[in-house]
């Protein structure tokens, strides 16, 4: 066999290896009352911003489905900056998936990225940057929306995460 021929043999071995997962998961958040999932800090207006430098805290719900009582999977830890001095709907945010039931019991995924709540509804998409346990060495993408209606003290998200592990 060739080196080159030997090397395309070795790179289609390591391509079929690497194989995507996908995940579908309801993210499930109460923004108010004595159940509060979020937190938030207001920063003080500079120049034309009212928001810019104010953070949030979500510990959210990570379920099966997109109703509250569907299978409770783990939680959706997360930090978000107001870090656009012209967008105050714009969000840089860190977000750790946090498995504690399931077959991804004791794993995390990090997925980090930009968020613009103002973005017209369209999906969200983050970048998988690394995982832990099952996740180890995890890359790849996710998109998130609003599932349904809000209520006055609960969102719901649907997510879907695509993972490859190296
Ligand atoms: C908070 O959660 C507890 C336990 O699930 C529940 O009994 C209580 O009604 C909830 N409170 C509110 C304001 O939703
Ligand atoms: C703030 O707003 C003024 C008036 O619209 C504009 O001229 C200026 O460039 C803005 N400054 C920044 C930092 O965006
Ligand atoms: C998840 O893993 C932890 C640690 O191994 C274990 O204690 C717990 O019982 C597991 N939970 C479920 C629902 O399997
Ligand atoms: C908001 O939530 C409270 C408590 O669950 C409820 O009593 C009230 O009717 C809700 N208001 C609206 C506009 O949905």
Redesign the pocket.
């Known amino acids: 066999m060739s080196l080159c021929l030997l090397a395309f043999f070795l790179a289609a071995v390591t391509e079929a290896a690497a194989t995507t997962t996908h995940l579908h998961l309801y993210i499930h958040e109460t923004f108010m009352g004595a159940n509060a999932t979020t937190a938030s800090l207001n920063a003080g207006a500079i120049?034309?911003?009212s928001s810019f430098g104010s953070v949030g805290a979500v510990d959210d719900e990570l379920r099966e489905g997109s109703d509250a009582a569907s299978r409770y999977l783990g939680r959706a830890e997360g930090l978000l900056v107001q870090a656009d001095?012209?967008n105050p709907s714009a969000l840089c945010t860190i977000l750790n998936l946090v498995f504690t039931d399931g077959v991804y019991n004791g794993s995390t995924l990090v997925v980090d990225g930009r968020v613009d709540g103002g973005g017209g509804g369209a999906a969200v998409e983050r970048a998988v940057v690394g995982g832990t346990g099952r996740f180890r060495r995890a890359r790849g993408y996710s998109l998130m929306s609003k599932f349904g209606n809000p209520t006055n003290s609960t969102v719901v998200f649907e997510m879907d995460v695509y993972v490859t592990m190296d």
Do not use: M
Request: proline share 0%.
């Open positions: 120049g034309n911003s001095l012209r």
